[in-house]
């Protein structure tokens, strides 16, 4: 199983990003996974901001701020990202959970600056 991620960048305080997950597993496998985006700044342990998987579930830092989502047709989940913060700089994973499945994207970089 892999995850790509993409959609990171460099944005100002305020801004936004949309950062999405494709994996390539079978429609019906990923349409079962739960799906989260973890983030992990320098120097931190990585740490869940959302999941889903019939329903969303948010980090508190980030209620109100982030909006996972996810589209089956796709095999990919999304992460959009307002209201950014300095504090939110991190690389940002993906991970796919089904069955025995259990697997990372490789992340992508957000930086924000102040």
């Known amino acids: 199983v892999q995850l790509q991620a993409s959609g990171g960048g460099l944005v100002q305080a305020g801004g936004s990003l949309k950062l999405s997950c494709t994996a390539s597993v079978s429609g019906t496998v990923f349409m079962l996974a739960a799906l989260g985006w973890y983030r992990q700044a320098p120097g931190q342990e990585r740490e869940l901001v959302a999941s889903?998987?019939?329903?969303?579930d948010y980090a508190d830092f980030v209620k109100g701020r982030f909006t996972i989502s996810r589209e089956n047709a796709k095999n990919t989940v999304y992460l959009q990202v307002n209201s950014l913060k300095p504090e939110d700089t991190a690389v940002y994973y993906c991970r796919l959970q089904s069955g025995s499945i259990s697997s990372w994207g490789q992340g992508t970089l957000v930086t924000v600056s102040s």
């Open positions: 889903i998987g019939n329903d969303a």
